[in-house]
């Protein structure tokens, strides 16, 4: 993974490219390590640039899924059967068709655990790729906590072609009673690199993002005007009192200036002007829509977007919420969460 950009060495650091290779050090990376790994990468770069994260909040289970088990009995396996994939010996359940269709363009891995009985910190161990200190169920976000995939993107590796480096969307994860899980911000490594988030419903017409929005009337000339009259306001406020609040409030709105700026990325959240057939591919739902948006960020240059499962009205419940289906499973798998998946997927990767 590239630490800095090629151009590096022909201009001074910026603050920002200042910061990301200070931070390396909190990460145990030396500068022998930074040697090796430029030398790793000189020799053969990966081929991805970008990546997009498809979370399945609740945990989807795996016999109805990706991993049937044909010779179990019917209270084990669950009344779906398992269907032929695009693999040769490679099983689906019934609810993947499509999926199923298209199985030769995945790398299925069935082994992988947790060790973890808890929602939120079993999620924050495969969103971070570190074991929490604390394995309890609704365990809020500390300073403490390991970074997320999405923060270590952006502080390794910040996108080129984007003000954004990582996003999050359609809304973040939490728990009853809206408790955000631990592992989707910049943990150790500070507020400045947490990833954006981006709360919106994309199956409307035409999405609104909090925050990054001009008002009605606002023109480009008189957008810059109040950027710079903040800007004075902010400096002198961060003169005075030091405070790192306002230096993240800061940070954010330059991110929001910078988005509506921003040609290729400001049009890639503009999903409407995505073709209605290609909308339709995906799914009319907010989480086929946002596996789309996510998908047209991705094309913008933003290098992480991770897509949550968004709740539904009433996923809000005990009883089943999102993928943690403990009433009506088979209902909920069937006419709800399999076929909303399965057609996104599928969708994701046709393009």
């Known amino acids: 993974m590239a630490v800095l950009r090629p151009d590096i060495t022909r201009r001074l650091l910026s603050r920002r490219e200042l910061i990301r290779v200070g931070g390396l050090g909190a990460l145990g990376l030396g500068l022998p390590a930074l040697r090796a790994g430029r030398a790793a ?14 979370f399945l909040s609740g945990g989807p ?3 109805e899924t990706f991993d049937p088990k044909p010779a179990a009995p019917i209270e084990i396996r669950g009344p779906f059967l398992p269907i032929a994939t695009s693999v040769p010996g490679l099983q689906f359940s019934e609810l993947l068709p499509l999926s199923a269709a298209r199985a030769h363009r995945m790398c299925v891995i069935r082994s992988m655990t947790t060790g973890i009985h808890s929602h939120s910190t079993s999620g924050a161990f495969m969103l971070t790729g570190h074991e929490p200190t604390s394995v309890a169920e609704s365990v809020p976000p500390s300073a403490q906590d390991w970074p997320s995939l999405a923060g270590a993107v952006g502080a390794l590796r910040a996108a080129e072609r984007s003000p954004l480096d990582a996003v999050i969307l359609p809304e973040p994860i939490f728990n009853n ?11 150790f490594m500070g507020a400045a690199w947490h990833p954006h988030i981006l709360r919106c419903d994309p199956s409307q017409e035409r999405i609104e993002i909090e925050g990054l929005t001009a008002a009605a009337g606002v023109t480009e000339l008189r957008l810059d005007d109040r950027h710079a009259l903040l800007g004075q306001v902010d400096r002198m406020l961060h003169r005075g009192l030091r405070s790192p609040a306002i230096a993240e409030m800061n940070r954010f709105q330059q991110e929001a200036f910078d988005l509506l700026h921003a040609g290729a990325t400001r049009e890639a959240l503009e999903i409407e002007r995505e ?70 997927y599928s969708a994701l990767l046709d393009d």
Not at 177 to 183: H, L
Not at 313 to 340: I, S
């Open 275 to 344: 073709p209605a057939a290609s909308r339709d591919r995906y799914g009319r739902g907010k989480f086929g829509q946002s596996v789309l948006l996510g998908r047209r960020l991705i094309e913008a240059g933003v290098r992480l977007v991770q897509v949550n499962w968004p709740r539904e009205p009433g996923d809000t419940a005990a009883g089943n919420p999102l993928w943690d289906t403990h009433q009506d499973n088979a209902g909920r798998l069937k006419n709800v969460l399999c076929p909303q998946f399965d057609t996104a």
């Open 61 to 63: 289970p795996q016999h």
């Open 177 to 187: 009673p809206a408790i955000p899980w631990p592992g989707q911000n910049g943990g």
């Open 41 to 54: 990468t000189l020799a053969g770069r990966p081929r991805a640039n970008s990546c997009l994260i498809i």
